[in-house]
């Protein structure tokens, strides 16, 4: 295993609600960061094909409005796997890199028609090695998607390190984080729709206790992003160019921002890692470590679906 990687946060805006375009861009990207030398690429929240921030100005009273727009997301939404995860993991092989991607995920195993907000693992021989489905979608959000379980709390071995995901406000949960901890995730990828600076102040104290590197990628799109047959687009201020600005960054174990946060501009931030600043924090505290106190403590995960 290799101590030294370098790795990606790639904020850009999707094609929104246009699953085939999206998947294009995300493979523009991915080619992008490998002929940069990154061994790892992570995008935003519900990257494919796009956040449903109407859920945050259209009251559920209009059920025919809300019905409309649900049936694009279901339309434009992975099936794991499917012809889309088949050109994502195309373009991983070839660029040789590991891709993390946010997108909204069909029930397939069910009904097809729920969805899940979910991260999609790819290693960098093209194969997907996972996926993690967010636990507990947050207010307004939990007219989209579904509740995801405990068996998708997982890292991931790479040559580069253990990687992990948790998705925006997951993150929030103690229980769910020293999930992820006894993992043994070193580098942890949170996708997010928050681009605020209480954010950031919690991914740095994330990255500190946990003693990992964190990717917080979160979506820069403007207004005119959104197509204009989609009303809800006419709910925002007249004036407002910026639906969501970003603040996307790369944090280090000991909690120092390492590249970014960028505000109001598509691009991909990259830093180079050193795994062994890990250790150097962990020396002091490790949170299922040597400050874990099981003998005081009982923790366990109900893995079983």
């Not at 946060?9 to 493979?27: G, I, R």
């Not at 820069?220 to 197509?227: L, Q």
């Amino acid at each position: 295993m290799k101590n030294k990687a370098k790795i990606a946060a790639a904020q850009l805006s999707p094609v929104f609600l246009n699953k085939t375009e999206t998947v294009k861009k995300a493979c523009k990207a991915i080619e992008e960061a490998g002929k940069n030398g990154a061994q790892l690429i992570v995008f935003p929240e519900a990257f494919i094909s796009g956040y449903p921030d109407w859920v945050w100005l259209i009251p559920n009273s209009k059920g025919a409005q809300l019905n409309e727009l649900y049936i694009r997301l279901v339309e434009n939404a992975i099936s794991v796997p499917d012809d889309s995860t088949a050109l994502l993991c195309k373009a991983a092989k070839k660029a040789k890199i590991h891709v993390i991607m946010g997108m909204h995920e069909k029930n397939s195993e069910t009904s097809n028609t729920s969805l899940f907000n979910s991260l999609l693992f790819i290693d960098n021989d093209g194969e997907i090695i996972g996926k993690h489905r967010k636990l507990i979608p947050t207010g307004g959000e939990r007219l989209i998607w579904a509740q995801g379980d405990g068996s998708t709390l997982k890292s991931y071995k790479t040559p580069f390190g253990k990687i992990g995901g948790l998705i925006c406000w997951e993150s929030f949960m103690p229980l769910v984080r020293n999930a992820i901890y006894e993992e043994g995730t070193q580098i942890l990828a949170v996708p997010t729709w928050d681009k605020s600076v209480n954010w950031l102040i919690s991914m740095q104290h994330i990255a500190r206790e946990g003693g990992i590197f964190i990717i917080s990628t979160c979506m820069a799109i403007r207004k005119k992003d959104i197509p204009e047959e989609l009303n809800f687009k006419h709910l925002y201020p007249e004036d407002r160019e910026w639906i969501n600005t970003g603040n996307s960054c790369i944090i280090a174990p000991n909690g120092k921002i390492i590249a970014g946060p960028i505000s109001s501009s598509e691009e991909i931030i990259y830093a180079d890692i050193d795994l062994n600043q890990i250790i150097e924090v962990k020396r002091m505290f490790d949170a299922v470590g040597h400050y874990s106190r099981p003998d005081v403590f009982n923790f366990s995960v109900k893995k079983d679906i």
